[in-house]
Structures are given as structure tokens and as C-alpha cells.
């Protein structure tokens, strides 16, 4: 329903539902006239109303905006880190984390400011000037000073300036797909329609922000500034609040729980030992922070952030640019794709795809402006140009046309009206060339187009002298003018009955209807006027089935979104059954067949109502910008991660709440943008199919740098634990601690961002956003690898202390080369989750995995032989005899973990979780 205007409230008369007032009438209530206000009466109600304009929002100051980005858990455990290091006076270390926890920081403060910017692309979308009608005489005023009552002229080109009551129009027509998402410029009347008429059909009214793409009008102003439709988008957007990505929610659950461990085993490990083992103050202080260390994964949320920058630049080698870092994870645990139709599911190109005569049915392919496709009937390739009646068919839509369709740089292009543009490609098709056939049939003279006839006619005269006059337009128009029907054997008596029965068989696809007739010119005829077309006598030739055609690859992404158990959701502002027939086309539904419902269908729903009807319907036409954002909420409540598509203004709302929104790189408005956390360079819905699976593959390689980190430090603790525990000296100092974490963060977690998709990746549904990081199969893995690190690492290290005697700068050289190897060789485990790795030389397919172990390999050796490392952490050289048990440990690792992985697969509610 439309929105009622605080102007309105204010005035004597007032009526919240201009669409269904006549125009006389809507006068009147604004206390206005034709010939408009006067200057003086502008001028009291630009003080009364205000300006045209949209309050700009307010906004935290940059100060605020930054420190804000400190309150996160995973902000704190680093910064406890930072004094845990600082405490043991390693200035370095402690140097590097708050290095991270500033850049951190920084990236969650550049990519903010979403809402602000969405309402500022929305203020611009204001027309910058008007023509009114004041005093009586035709002004140029700013826009921003137009008020409720006045008259405004319109003409194409122009921007509307404010919501309009059309009060004349002359082939008025006007693009509303920043509000409607209608793909066609909607044709404009005087008429009021009904109450309950949707926004796409209240043809009386022009909307702020709209375009006039033909004709001309003039129209009283009824709603200006935040009252006009725009407006009331733009307050639902300021009242939109972002959710929360799935990964930040569960890595501030995971924060939570990691931080309460760390205290708790950090506070116990310390009482043991300066209770029970007698340990000094000082050194169990160092003992219990090397612990904490030790236990905190520093380079996590590093890792976390190149892995989804890494997630962003592959997707925009894919056409989908990310806007915020967050949004790549998202779209791996997406349940549902909210998408429009024009341009995004389909091509915006209108094509004909079938031709029907009285005696011959025939199907067009080829889709686009490219002249490229053959005539099919029954199953069968037949030539158009064969049947006198096709062919003449196919000469009147190309020369009772005034569009040109050419090719540019190796694209085929379309310069004029897209419905005439279907009708050029048609006839090159059946290969008639426009130069050569307008050569035969010169035009002499024409009607052109207009709303109040609906139709268009020209005149033709050959070089003999013979005219015809061909007539194109909406069918039942056309049919009104037709006496006869054209066939084989000639004209006959036109069958009205059989005629209106194929054309409801044809709307009933979907496809948009336009009808074809043909006249012979009297004799030396140059002239055409209306009483000569209205006189009819024509013999109708054919109807034709025009289509904005889905796009080939958008077929094939709705199918690849099934079966990762995604759904695919049509909503768009046009016509039902053109939705309907065009979902079904791209296969959305269940087995092809898509459920579908018009927009005003959802008015009045309650809440458990609305859920159940948008988890079971494919396809919303007709909607408004309340019917998107109220199904993107109610997908959402019942459990689902959604991402929405758009365009126009009117999915800004929607886009924002969203988990994912998506908006049109090329056609989308700058509000639609703004909103969005994913822009689509190609406009083309299969790159939303690429972003998914790109996600899905960032979140499996932030699940892989967990499965490595976790194990590798809670060896550690475990290690220093259990030295403590038997009164032992440490296998680790906290120093080493700091190395074992420093370069296998850099080296062998960081190279697990690099890791391309998994094999079957998209045949998997969608993760449980409501899930913990940690659960099932990692409660299960990180143990059992923790276990076998600290078996080996302490094993080892007791060894050299107890049997063979060696000094500790040995024993703990020996120790931390041995949890360095455990960790490389367990990397390489990391290359697939679940499946073996040695199938198929799945080991081999990661440079980055075998470069980092070779950096680590350096890294270690200098660690281990270089004197001045020895010095800064207590180390010494080791044997071969110490390096062939390293690497025997390495080697048990990674056989151990690939026979787990082959009984972990023999468990599937397992693997699930």
C-alpha cells in the first residue's frame, strides 16, 4: 500500500492511496490547479513541507568507528598474548601480534559504513532539476524546491523529480526498474486504478527517481523528499540491521570457550606446581604464562583474514567482487539464493522464440541480439522463408520495425526498442538482410507507436509501383483491424475464436504476445494516416511469442546450486506467469516445475504463515520492496543463510539484511551497491555459483589452519604440562614456544589459505550455520593429533634425558625438531579432510603446501646449526642418528592419520557434524 505523507497528514483533504483518486480530484485535496501554485504558495509550503531531499544519516565519528573494532573476543586473546610476551620481555614477539591486532583492526574499519553509504547513493538518485508550472508559466526551478502541489512536465529524458498523479500523458512510458525490477518501461495512463494495485501497476503514477524513456506528461506532485517512495526505501534501510556472518559468530563462540581453557589450565598447571612441586614463584610465573602461549593460536586470525582475501581475489577473477571480507565465508554456508530475473537469471534481451501462423507452429532458437538459431516444427529444422505466409511475416516485423541491430567489436548489439530489436534478429535468422529487403520495399510513410492505438504502421511501395502496408502491435488490437487471415491458398475470413485461443496458449508460456497483419496500399498511395489503418481490412499473418530468454549458464548454475543443496528462489517485479514460465525454464522448483505466487499474495500474512510459504515457494512476482525484505527475513528465521540478488533501489533493503547481498555491477544502482557485500562484475547469476563455491573452500581452509593449529599447540601445552606434572624441566622454554609458534604460523598454517577446492565441494549441502567451529569431527581430530605430538615430543625428549643422558639444550633441540617434523608431515594430511591423499597424487596439487615445507626445512636447520640462534634459544647441533628418529616420528604421523581418515569415512554422522 502506499505510504501516507506527513504533507498529506497535514492537509485538509488528505489520501494516503493517490493511485486510486481521479486526478481532478487529487487537485483538489492539495488545494492546487492546472496551471499550478503560485509563487507565493511554492514558497509557504517549501517552508511547511521542507526541501525535496533525504536527510543524511547520522554517523560515529572515525574515532569511535575504529576503537569500536576492538571489542572482539578474538581481539583480546591476541592482545593477552601480546602480555603474555611482553611479561617474558620479548619485545619482538609482542611487536608482531599487536602488528596483527592492528591490521585487524584496520581492514573491519575500512570495509565499514554500509549503511551510511546506501543512503547516500540513495540521495543522489534525486533528480537535480524540474520543470514546474508556477504562476502559470513554464520553470526551471531545483528540484530540491519542489513541493506538494505542483505541476511538473515530463518528457524523455528526464529524471522524475518527486511522486507524481499524472493528470495528461502522450506516449508516455517510463523505466521503473529501480522500484519494480520491470525489465520493460511501463506505458503510462490518467486512469485511477484500484486500491490494492502493486507498485508496478499503478499506471497513473511516476515515481521519484524514475526515467522517462519516451512521450511526454505532466502530473501533480503528491509526495516529495523522505514521503516518496525512494524515501520510505530509504527509512526502511536506516531501520535494517546487518547479521553477523556465520564464521564471526562462531569464532567469537570459539574465542569464548578457548579463552575460559586457557585461564583454567594456565591458573591449575601454576597452582600444581608452586603448591605440590615446590617450583619458585618466578619460574612457575614464566612456566604457566609460557602455557598460555603456548595454547593461543596467534597467527589464527591472521590466517582467517588472508585466507579470505585470497577467497576475494579468486572470485574476482570470476566476476564477483567482494566488498567485505566477511561476505566470502558467508556464501560457502549459504542455504538459499533470493535472485531477480531481468538480466541476473536472464539475458535482458528480448528474443521471439515461437512464430504462429493459422497453418504452420514454429519454435525459434537462438536467444540474444546475435543472429545466430534456426525454426524448428514438431522436432523438426524447417526454413521459414519456404512458406509464403512465414516469410511475408517475417518482412513486416523487420520493416514495420525503426530498430537496428549490428555488430561492434565482435558482440551484437541493439539500438532501439528491445521488442523491435527481437524482431530484426528474427528475420536475419531466416536470413533476410534489413538493407537489402528495405531496398525492395521502400518506406514511404508511417504511423509510429503510440499507447492510445497500440500499434505501429508504414508504408511500402516497390519499384514497380505495387504498396503495402504492414501493421504491427498488441495482438488484440491488431486482430480488431483484421477482416482475414492469411494461408497457403490466400486470404480467408479471419477465425477470431481459433486466434484468441492460440494466443491464450502462448501467453500461457510466458512470452510477451505481438501480431503481424499486411494491407495492399490503394494505387500511387504515399501518404498513411489513421482513418486509412482504422478502416482495417487487414489479412493477420502471424503471431509471435516473445521472451527474455534465461541465460545458458544460469541453467546450469540452478542445477549445480541443487545439488549442493542449495535452493534457488525467483523474486522479481514482473508478471506472474513470465515468472512462472521462466522458472521453470531454469529448472527452479521440484523436478522443473516452480511454485509460484504474486507479491500482493504475502499482504496480511502472519509471521509462521510467511515462513512456511517462502520455504515452499519458488518464484514471487510482483513484489515490493516490503514483500523482499519481509521473505529475506523469514527465510532467515526459519534457519536459513540467505543471499539476495538485486539491482534497483528497491532491493536495498532487502540486500542489506541479507546475510549476502548481491548486487548488479552493470545495470545496479549505486544504492544497491552500497547495500550489498558482493557486487556481480558480469551481472550474470552462475558467478554466484562461483562465489559459493569459492566460499565453501575459504571455510574449508580456515577449518584446515584450525586443524593444524590446535593440535600443534595443545602438544605443546601438553608437553609442558606433563613436565611439570612429574617435576621435570621443561622440554619447551617459553622462547622456544614463541618459535615453534612464529614459523609454523608463517609457514605450514598460512599456506593452507592457498588451497584450492576439495573434490566435490559442491555436492555437499550447506553447513549448519548454527553449529560450533569446533564439533563433531574436529572434537575428534584435534585430540587425537594433539595425542600423538605430545607422544613423540615428549617421548623423544624424555628419551634423551633419562636413557641416553643428553643436556637439555639437546634433549629440547631434539623435542622441538621432533613437534616441528610431527607438524609438517600432518600438513600434508591437511591436503584433503576426510579423503586419502595418496589417490589420485592428491599430495602433489599444492605448490604452496611443499614451498612452505621447504621454507620450514631452512628455517629449522638455521635454527638448529646456526650459532647465534643457539645462543638466543638455548639450542645445539644434533646428529643423524637424532634426525632419522625426527623424521620416522614425521613419517608414523602421517600413515597414522591417513588410517584414521579411512575409519573416520565408515562413519558419516561423524564426518557431518
Given at each position: 500500500m502506499e505510504s501516507k505523507s506527513p504533507q498529506a497528514g497535514t492537509d485538509p483533504n488528505p489520501s494516503p492511496v493517490w493511485h486510486a483518486q481521479d486526478a481532478a480530484e487529487v487537485i483538489q485535496r492539495w488545494r492546487s490547479q492546472p496551471s499550478g501554485l503560485s509563487a507565493g504558495e511554492a514558497g509557504e509550503r517549501l517552508a511547511r513541507y521542507g526541501r525535496n531531499q533525504l536527510r543524511p544519516p547520522e554517523k560515529a565519528g572515525p574515532l569511535v568507528r575504529f576503537f569500536r573494532h576492538f571489542h572482539n573476543v578474538l581481539i583480546y586473546i591476541l592482545i593477552l598474548a601480546a602480555i603474555g610476551t611482553a611479561l617474558l620481555g620479548h619485545w619482538v614477539d609482542t611487536g608482531v601480534i599487536l602488528a596483527v591486532v592492528l591490521i585487524n583492526t584496520l581492514i573491519g574499519f575500512i570495509q565499514e559504513g554500509k549503511a551510511e553509504k546506501a543512503l547516500d547513493a540513495i540521495r543522489q538518485m534525486l533528480s537535480p532539476r524540474a520543470v514546474v508550472l508556477r504562476d502559470g508559466h513554464r520553470r526551471e526551478v531545483d528540484a530540491s524546491s519542489v513541493v506538494p502541489g505542483d505541476v511538473i512536465y515530463l518528457q524523455a529524458g528526464d529524471k522524475v523529480p518527486a511522486d507524481l498523479r499524472l493528470m495528461d500523458v502522450k506516449n508516455l512510458r517510463v523505466d521503473e526498474a529501480v522500484l519494480t525490477g520491470e525489465s520493460v518501461p511501463v506505458e503510462k495512463d490518467v486512469q485511477p486504478v484500484a486500491e490494492d494495485a502493486s507498485l508496478g501497476d499503478r499506471f497513473c503514477m511516476a515515481y521519484s527517481g524514475t526515467l522517462v524513456t519516451f512521450g511526454r506528461g505532466r502530473g501533480v506532485v503528491v509526495a516529495t523528499g523522505e514521503t516518496t517512495e525512494v524515501g520510505r526505501i530509504s527509512a526502511m534501510l536506516g531501520e535494517v540491521h546487518s547479521l553477523q556472518t556465520p564464521l564471526v559468530r562462531q569464532m567469537e563462540q570459539f574465542g569464548r570457550w578457548l579463552a575460559g581453557v586457557i585461564l583454567l589450565i594456565s591458573a591449575a598447571t601454576f597452582?600444581?606446581?608452586?603448591?605440590?612441586?615446590?617450583?619458585?614463584?618466578?619460574?612457575?610465573?614464566?612456566?604457566?604464562?609460557?602455557?598460555?602461549?603456548?595454547?593461543?593460536?596467534?597467527?589464527?586470525?591472521?590466517?582467517?583474514?588472508?585466507?579470505?582475501?585470497?577467497?576475494?581475489?579468486?572470485?574476482?577473477?570470476?566476476?564477483?567482487?567482494?566488498?567485505?571480507?566477511?561476505?566470502?565465508?558467508?556464501l560457502g554456508s549459504v542455504s538459499t539464493i533470493c535472485s531477480d530475473k531481468t538480466g541476473t537469471l536472464t539475458r535482458n534481451e528480448m528474443t521471439v522464440a515461437s512464430l504462429r501462423s493459422r497453418e504452420r507452429h514454429l519454435q525459434v532458437d537462438g536467444v540474444g541480439y546475435a543472429p545466430h538459431g534456426g525454426f524448428t516444427e514438431s522436432g523438426l529444422d524447417v526454413s521459414p522463408d519456404e512458406d509464403p505466409v512465414l516469410a511475408q511475416a517475417l518482412r513486416a516485423g523487420l520493416l514495420c520495425n525503426d530498430a537496428q541491430v549490428f555488430e561492434r567489436d565482435g558482440d551484437w548489439v541493439m539500438e532501439g526498442d528491445p521488442t523491435e530489436g527481437a524482431l530484426v534478429v528474427?528475420?536475419?535468422?531466416?536470413?533476410?538482410?534489413?538493407?537489402?529487403?528495405?531496398?525492395?520495399?521502400?518506406?514511404?510513410?508511417?504511423?509510429?507507436?503510440?499507447?492510445?492505438?497500440?500499434?505501429?504502421?508504414?508504408?511500402?511501395?516497390?519499384?514497380?509501383?505495387?504498396?503495402?502496408?504492414?501493421?504491427?502491435?498488441?495482438?488484440?488490437?491488431?486482430?480488431?483491424?483484421?477482416?482475414?487471415?492469411?494461408?497457403?491458398?490466400?486470404?480467408?475470413?479471419?477465425?477470431?475464436?481459433?486466434?484468441?485461443?492460440?494466443?491464450?496458449?502462448?501467453?500461457?508460456?510466458g512470452e510477451r504476445l505481438l501480431a503481424v497483419a499486411a494491407r495492399d496500399a490503394q494505387p500511387h498511395q504515399d501518404e498513411l494516416k489513421y482513418?486509412?489503418?482504422?478502416?482495417?481490412?487487414?489479412?493477420?499473418?502471424?503471431?509471435?511469442?516473445?521472451?527474455?530468454?534465461?541465460?545458458?549458464?544460469a541453467i546450469h548454475a540452478v542445477r549445480e546450486c541443487r545439488e549442493a543443496g542449495i535452493r534457488v528462489k525467483m523474486i522479481t517485479g514482473d508478471h506472474l506467469t513470465t515468472a512462472r514460465a521462466v522458472g521453470g525454464m531454469l529448472g527452479?522448483?521440484?523436478?522443473?516445475?516452480?511454485?509460484?505466487m504474486a507479491g500482493h499474495e504475502l499482504d496480511g500474512m502472519s509471521e509462521d504463515r510467511l515462513r512456511e510459504t517462502a520455504r515452499g515457494t519458488d518464484v514471487f512476482a510482483r513484489t515490493t520492496p516490503e514483500h523482499k525484505l519481509r521473505l529475506v527475513q523469514a527465510l532467515q528465521q526459519a534457519g536459513?543463510?540467505?543471499?539476495?540478488?538485486?539491482?534497483?533501489?528497491?532491493?536495498?533493503?532487502?540486500?542489506?539484511?541479507?546475510?549476502?547481498?548481491?548486487?548488479?555491477?552493470?545495470?545496479?544502482?549505486?544504492?544497491?551497491?552500497?547495500?550489498?557485500?558482493?557486487?556481480?562484475?558480469?551481472?550474470?547469476?552462475?558467478?554466484?555459483?562461483?562465489?559459493?563455491?569459492?566460499?565453501?573452500?575459504?571455510?574449508?581452509?580456515?577449518?584446515?589452519?584450525?586443524?593444524?593449529?590446535?593440535?600443534?599447540?595443545?602438544?605443546?601445552?601438553?608437553?609442558?604440562?606433563?613436565?611439570?606434572?612429574?617435576?621435570?624441566?621443561?622440554?619447551?622454554?617459553?622462547?622456544?614456544?614463541?618459535?615453534?609458534n612464529m614459523v609454523t604460523s608463517v609457514t605450514l598454517a598460512m599456506a593452507l589459505a592457498f588451497e584450492p577446492s576439495e573434490p566435490g565441494v559442491m555436492k555437499r549441502p550447506p553447513r549448519n550455520p548454527d553449529a560450533p567451529l569446533l564439533s563433531g569431527f574436529l572434537l575428534w581430530r584435534i585430540p587425537f593429533v594433539a595425542v600423538l605430538l605430545w607422544?613423540?615430543?615428549?617421548?623423544?625428549?624424555?628419551?634423551?634425558?633419562?636413557?641416553?643422558?643428553?643436556?637439555?639444550?639437546?634433549?629440547?633441540t631434539v623435542a622441538i625438531n621432533t613437534l616441528v617434523a610431527g607438524q609438517a608431515f600432518y600438513l600434508l594430511n591437511l591436503r584433503l579432510i576426510y579423503q586419502p591423499v595418496l589417490s589420485g597424487w592428491a599430495i602433489f596439487h599444492s605448490r604452496a603446501m611443499w614451498l612452505a615445507i621447504g621454507i620450514l626445512v631452512v628455517?629449522?636447520?638455521?635454527?638448529?646449526?646456526?650459532?647465534?640462534?643457539?645462543?638466543?634459544?638455548?639450542?645445539?647441533?644434533?646428529?643423524?642418528?637424532?634426525?632419522?628418529?625426527?623424521?620416522?616420528?614425521?613419517?608414523?604421523?602421517?600413515?597414522i592419520v591417513e588410517l584414521e581418515k579411512a575409519v573416520i569415512r565408515r562413519l558419516p554422522w561423524l564426518t557431518a557434524a
Amino acid at each position: 500500500m502506499e505510504s501516507k505523507s506527513p504533507q498529506a497528514g497535514t492537509d485538509p483533504n488528505p489520501s494516503p492511496v493517490w493511485h486510486a483518486q481521479d486526478a481532478a480530484e487529487v487537485i483538489q485535496r492539495w488545494r492546487s490547479q492546472p496551471s499550478g501554485l503560485s509563487a507565493g504558495e511554492a514558497g509557504e509550503r517549501l517552508a511547511r513541507y521542507g526541501r525535496n531531499q533525504l536527510r543524511p544519516p547520522e554517523k560515529a565519528g572515525p574515532l569511535v568507528r575504529f576503537f569500536r573494532h576492538f571489542h572482539n573476543v578474538l581481539i583480546y586473546i591476541l592482545i593477552l598474548a601480546a602480555i603474555g610476551t611482553a611479561l617474558l620481555g620479548h619485545w619482538v614477539d609482542t611487536g608482531v601480534i599487536l602488528a596483527v591486532v592492528l591490521i585487524n583492526t584496520l581492514i573491519g574499519f575500512i570495509q565499514e559504513g554500509k549503511a551510511e553509504k546506501a543512503l547516500d547513493a540513495i540521495r543522489q538518485m534525486l533528480s537535480p532539476r524540474a520543470v514546474v508550472l508556477r504562476d502559470g508559466h513554464r520553470r526551471e526551478v531545483d528540484a530540491s524546491s519542489v513541493v506538494p502541489g505542483d505541476v511538473i512536465y515530463l518528457q524523455a529524458g528526464d529524471k522524475v523529480p518527486a511522486d507524481l498523479r499524472l493528470m495528461d500523458v502522450k506516449n508516455l512510458r517510463v523505466d521503473e526498474a529501480v522500484l519494480t525490477g520491470e525489465s520493460v518501461p511501463v506505458e503510462k495512463d490518467v486512469q485511477p486504478v484500484a486500491e490494492d494495485a502493486s507498485l508496478g501497476d499503478r499506471f497513473c503514477m511516476a515515481y521519484s527517481g524514475t526515467l522517462v524513456t519516451f512521450g511526454r506528461g505532466r502530473g501533480v506532485v503528491v509526495a516529495t523528499g523522505e514521503t516518496t517512495e525512494v524515501g520510505r526505501i530509504s527509512a526502511m534501510l536506516g531501520e535494517v540491521h546487518s547479521l553477523q556472518t556465520p564464521l564471526v559468530r562462531q569464532m567469537e563462540q570459539f574465542g569464548r570457550w578457548l579463552a575460559g581453557v586457557i585461564l583454567l589450565i594456565s591458573a591449575a598447571t601454576f597452582a600444581f606446581g608452586y603448591w605440590v612441586r615446590s617450583y619458585p614463584l618466578d619460574e612457575m610465573f614464566l612456566a604457566a604464562a609460557s602455557l598460555a602461549v603456548s595454547t593461543i593460536p596467534e597467527g589464527l586470525p591472521a590466517i582467517m583474514t588472508i585466507a579470505l582475501a585470497i577467497g576475494v581475489q579468486k572470485m574476482a577473477r570470476r566476476n564477483a567482487i567482494i566488498r567485505r571480507l566477511p561476505a566470502v565465508e558467508t556464501l560457502g554456508s549459504v542455504s538459499t539464493i533470493c535472485s531477480d530475473k531481468t538480466g541476473t537469471l536472464t539475458r535482458n534481451e528480448m528474443t521471439v522464440a515461437s512464430l504462429r501462423s493459422r497453418e504452420r507452429h514454429l519454435q525459434v532458437d537462438g536467444v540474444g541480439y546475435a543472429p545466430h538459431g534456426g525454426f524448428t516444427e514438431s522436432g523438426l529444422d524447417v526454413s521459414p522463408d519456404e512458406d509464403p505466409v512465414l516469410a511475408q511475416a517475417l518482412r513486416a516485423g523487420l520493416l514495420c520495425n525503426d530498430a537496428q541491430v549490428f555488430e561492434r567489436d565482435g558482440d551484437w548489439v541493439m539500438e532501439g526498442d528491445p521488442t523491435e530489436g527481437a524482431l530484426v534478429v528474427l528475420a536475419r535468422k531466416a536470413g533476410m538482410d534489413p538493407q537489402i529487403e528495405q531496398g525492395h520495399l521502400p518506406r514511404v510513410d508511417v504511423i509510429p507507436f503510440e499507447s492510445d492505438h497500440k500499434y505501429m504502421a508504414t508504408l511500402h511501395r516497390d519499384h514497380k509501383g505495387h504498396g503495402v502496408i504492414y501493421l504491427k502491435g498488441a495482438p488484440e488490437r491488431v486482430l480488431e483491424l483484421c477482416a482475414h487471415q492469411q494461408t497457403a491458398d490466400g486470404p480467408r475470413s479471419l477465425e477470431r475464436d481459433w486466434w484468441e485461443a492460440a494466443l491464450e496458449e502462448v501467453a500461457g508460456r510466458g512470452e510477451r504476445l505481438l501480431a503481424v497483419a499486411a494491407r495492399d496500399a490503394q494505387p500511387h498511395q504515399d501518404e498513411l494516416k489513421y482513418d486509412q489503418v482504422e478502416a482495417g481490412r487487414f489479412s493477420l499473418l502471424a503471431i509471435l511469442g516473445i521472451i527474455d530468454p534465461p541465460r545458458e549458464e544460469a541453467i546450469h548454475a540452478v542445477r549445480e546450486c541443487r545439488e549442493a543443496g542449495i535452493r534457488v528462489k525467483m523474486i522479481t517485479g514482473d508478471h506472474l506467469t513470465t515468472a512462472r514460465a521462466v522458472g521453470g525454464m531454469l529448472g527452479i522448483g521440484s523436478g522443473g516445475h516452480a511454485v509460484a505466487m504474486a507479491g500482493h499474495e504475502l499482504d496480511g500474512m502472519s509471521e509462521d504463515r510467511l515462513r512456511e510459504t517462502a520455504r515452499g515457494t519458488d518464484v514471487f512476482a510482483r513484489t515490493t520492496p516490503e514483500h523482499k525484505l519481509r521473505l529475506v527475513q523469514a527465510l532467515q528465521q526459519a534457519g536459513g543463510i540467505v543471499a539476495m540478488t538485486g539491482d534497483g533501489v528497491n532491493d536495498a533493503p532487502a540486500l542489506k539484511r541479507a546475510d549476502v547481498g548481491v548486487a548488479m555491477g552493470r545495470k545496479g544502482t549505486e544504492a544497491a551497491k552500497e547495500a550489498a557485500e558482493m557486487v556481480l562484475a558480469d551481472d550474470n547469476f552462475a558467478s554466484i555459483a562461483h562465489a559459493v563455491e569459492e566460499g565453501r573452500t575459504v571455510y574449508d581452509n580456515i577449518r584446515k589452519a584450525i586443524l593444524h593449529m590446535l593440535p600443534t599447540n595443545a602438544g605443546q601445552s601438553m608437553t609442558i604440562m606433563m613436565a611439570i606434572l612429574m617435576g621435570l624441566a621443561l622440554p619447551l622454554t617459553p622462547v622456544q614456544v614463541l618459535w615453534v609458534n612464529m614459523v609454523t604460523s608463517v609457514t605450514l598454517a598460512m599456506a593452507l589459505a592457498f588451497e584450492p577446492s576439495e573434490p566435490g565441494v559442491m555436492k555437499r549441502p550447506p553447513r549448519n550455520p548454527d553449529a560450533p567451529l569446533l564439533s563433531g569431527f574436529l572434537l575428534w581430530r584435534i585430540p587425537f593429533v594433539a595425542v600423538l605430538l605430545w607422544l613423540g615430543t615428549f617421548g623423544h625428549f624424555l628419551w634423551m634425558e633419562e636413557v641416553v643422558g643428553s643436556s637439555d639444550e639437546l634433549a629440547r633441540t631434539v623435542a622441538i625438531n621432533t613437534l616441528v617434523a610431527g607438524q609438517a608431515f600432518y600438513l600434508l594430511n591437511l591436503r584433503l579432510i576426510y579423503q586419502p591423499v595418496l589417490s589420485g597424487w592428491a599430495i602433489f596439487h599444492s605448490r604452496a603446501m611443499w614451498l612452505a615445507i621447504g621454507i620450514l626445512v631452512v628455517l629449522q636447520l638455521t635454527f638448529t646449526y646456526a650459532p647465534v640462534m643457539n645462543t638466543l634459544f638455548g639450542t645445539t647441533a644434533i646428529g643423524w642418528s637424532d634426525w632419522a628418529r625426527i623424521l620416522l616420528f614425521g613419517m608414523a604421523v602421517f600413515v597414522i592419520v591417513e588410517l584414521e581418515k579411512a575409519v573416520i569415512r565408515r562413519l558419516p554422522w561423524l564426518t557431518a557434524a
